[in-house]
Nanobody, 120 residues
Framework: QVQLVESGGGLVQAGGSLRLSCAASRTVFTINTWGWYRQAPGKQRDLVASITRGGITNYADSVKGRFTISRDNAKNTVYLQMNSLKPEDTAVYYC??????????????WGQGTQVTVSS
């Protein structure tokens, strides 16, 4: 299976910004939908934002107006621009791809996770 490699996490003060990136390790036939999820300690993993290959986006209410998901289909890469960060955004962020291989195999796969910590 293709691997997803995340980068861009770190420590930032409240009100600051971070940009997360997630890239597939090799070319696939198509990535139908990208998703960004986050998981705080003791909580479930929740969807933050998603985007289809055609550019249709969805956001959790808690991040609308602050976060923007985008993708570069040619680079098999998805981004999450996070602005006006709040302490409650602190979590491990995971990217997910719903993809199809040239072989015809269809599956979901996850990135390794990247820590985002927002200080008050």
């Amino acid at each position: 299976q293709v691997q997803l490699v995340e980068s861009g996490g770190g420590l930032v003060q409240a009100g600051g910004s971070l940009r997360l990136s997630c890239a597939a390790s090799r070319t696939v036939f198509t990535i139908n939908t990208w998703g960004w999820y986050r998981q705080a300690p003791g909580k479930q993993r929740d969807l933050v934002a998603s985007i289809t290959r055609g550019g249709i986006t969805n956001y959790a209410d808690s991040v609308k107006g602050r976060f923007t998901i985008s993708r570069d289909n040619a680079k098999n890469t998805v981004y999450l621009q996070m602005n006006s960060l709040k302490p409650e955004d602190t979590a491990v962020y995971y990217c997910n791809a719903d993809l199809k291989e040239y072989s015809g195999s269809r599956y979901n796969t996850w990135g390794q996770g990247t820590q985002v910590t927002v200080s008050s």
